[in-house]
């Protein structure tokens, strides 16, 4: 009933950019938190950049001044902007929408995982 849709992910080379995208849609209410988070293999899912409704942003350290979070409320639409990539980046990037749902006339607050896209910094 809720799903998230990644898009843009891909090889990038060091220094270079891309723009990762993720579509919220199906029975939302309000969505409050969107992020992104990314596993590399062998390592735990880890945060990368969180926003709030009102535009608040965090970010882990080991990105700051490179990416830049984003979302477009209108659309349930979240976007990681991501400037100047290292190796170190290279990881399955996952979205996740923290928010109420509802059906049938009920209302449940959760969140919801898209199913992930990988991007590949390498030259």
């Known amino acids: 009933q809720v799903q998230l849709v990644e898009s843009g992910g891909g090889l990038v080379q060091p220094g270079g950019s891309l723009r990762l995208s993720c579509a919220a849609s199906?029975?939302?209410?309000?969505?409050?938190?969107m992020g992104w988070y990314r596993q590399a293999p062998g390592k735990q899912r880890e945060l990368v950049a969180t926003?709030?409704?009102?535009?608040?942003?965090n970010y882990t350290d080991s990105v700051k001044g490179r990416f830049t979070i984003s979302r477009d409320n209108a659309k349930n639409t979240v976007y990681l902007q991501m400037n100047s990539p290292k190796p170190e980046d290279t990881a399955v990037y996952y979205c996740?929408?923290?928010?109420?749902?509802?059906?049938?006339?009920?209302?449940?607050?959760?969140?919801?995982w898209g199913q992930g896209t990988q991007v590949t910094v390498s030259s």
């Open positions: 199906g029975s939302i209410f309000r969505i409050n938190a």
């Open positions: 926003i709030t409704a009102v535009g608040t942003t």
């Open positions: 996740n929408a923290v928010g109420t749902y509802y059906s049938g006339g009920y209302y449940w607050s959760s969140d919801y």
